[in-house]
């Protein structure tokens, strides 16, 4: 590449641990050590000197401190290397290690267009499998289930996270249903190798042993049910190519591009590859939709967990959760009293068919936006109870 990068490191020496004293020391240093360089030469005078190597370049700047008796900073150095991505690629991290080495305590990196080069390139590739998941995702459970596939195969927390952030899609938010835009990365994979479309949560589960039927086909047909739709539905598309090790590799380096981190050319060829393989697998499972099908038994137990799990853990919305506030506070109000922040949740919200901690998340959020505001009050047997009320009305004790 002909293109010329920069790097910059601040190396800070608070406590007058290195000898190097002033840039012209640091740069010489820097020019003895024999592994950083192929063919080096030192240009220009005193203070202002430049290591030239080929294609890449280095300065040392010494930065003007306020000196005090009092001072927690002794020096400041900043170097900054510029050159082609595959000499500077390679000797970011010398560079770095050998300042540190110098009695250098703190090193800083201000500048690294090399970290910026390989993010631009991996987040499309990252873009590109996700939504490529998603495309098949939806495909699949909604010929195969129907559009009520949300409800049975997300659990709560990809619920709340798809409640709570529904106003993040303004534009197509008001006429598509974008859930599964909404959840995290690595819930999405989860639906392929995680979820389980029978039942999913741990309180169906102890549920469905307890009223289990003492017989030896009964205990098959629940393990049958407890499936994930990894072993279950996509054994061969997703489970056989090694997806989720795969599909775990590229969220951390999504993690890191959200993030703003450092890259390493290995991570780009890391993405490089997992995406190429990770689009293989999903576009040879698109193409093989139409051939799985769910038995009669299958469908009968989703159909029944969708009409089990679609009403008794909804997640309240802001606007919903605010009128029932509004509600509960109006009906105290007569006998001065107060809406008790586990009561309102719990047996208030939770008999309406709320799941509590997704109720409980909301009045957070509505706190942090300043529509609600949960405070201490003494209750009748003496004790501190926590309350909630709406900031628009403050006329409960507090």
Not at 81 to 105: A, H, I, T, W
Request: aromatic residues 10%; negative net charge.
């Amino acid at each position: 590449m002909s293109e010329t990068y920069s790097f910059e490191v601040l190396c800070v020496d608070p406590q007058n641990k290195t000898v190097l004293q002033e840039s012209q020391n640091v740069i010489h240093v820097l020019f003895a050590n024999s592994t950083l360089w192929q063919s080096p030469s030192l240009t220009g005078i005193s203070q202002n000197l430049e290591i030239r190597d080929e294609d890449i370049s280095l300065t040392v700047a010494k930065l003007e401190i306020e000196s005090t008796s009092e001072s927690l900073l002794k020096r400041a150095f900043s170097v900054r290397c510029s050159g082609s991505y595959e000499r500077l690629e390679k000797v970011r991290l010398p560079v770095c290690q050998y300042l540190k080495s110098q009695g250098f305590e703190f090193v800083y990196i201000l500048l690294d267009e090399i970290s910026e080069f390989i993010a631009q390139q991996i987040y499309p590739s990252i873009n590109r499998v996700e939504n490529r998941l998603r495309k098949y995702i939806i495909k699949f459970f909604v010929t195969k289930l129907g559009p009520n596939w949300w409800e049975v195969t997300a659990d709560a927390e990809m619920k709340k996270k798809a409640s709570q952030r529904k106003n993040n899609e303004t534009i197509f938010g008001s006429v598509i249903d974008n859930k599964v835009y909404l959840i995290d990365f690595g819930e999405l994979g989860k639906i392929v190798y995680q979820q389980s479309s029978g039942y999913i949560s741990r309180e169906d589960i102890i549920r469905k042993v307890l009223e289990i039927e003492s017989s030896e086909n009964a205990v098959d047909r629940l393990k049958e049910e407890l499936q994930s739709n990894y072993t279950k539905f996509f054994r061969e598309t997703f489970k056989d190519q090694d997806f989720q090790h795969q599909w775990e590799k590229l969220e951390k380096l999504r993690h890191k591009v959200a993030h703003n981190n450092l890259f390493t050319n290995d991570d780009l060829q890391n993405c490089q590859r997992l995406a190429t393989s990770l689009l293989k697998t999903i576009e040879d499972a698109n193409l093989k939709i139409e051939t799985i099908a769910f038995s009669a038994d299958d469908l009968e137990t989703i159909k029944s967990n969708i009409i089990e799990v679609a009403d008794p853990y909804k997640v309240i919305s802001e606007e919903e959760l605010l009128n029932h506030l509004r509600e509960r506070q109006e009906h105290y109000f007569r006998t001065n009293g107060f809406v008790g922040l586990a009561s309102f949740v719990k047996n208030y919200l939770g008999l309406i068919g709320y799941d509590y901690s997704a109720s409980y998340s909301v009045i957070k959020q509505l706190e942090q936006q300043e529509k609600a505001e949960v405070y201490h009050i003494d209750g009748p047997n003496g004790f501190r109870v926590a309350a909630v009320r709406l900031k628009e009305n403050r006329s409960f004790q507090s």
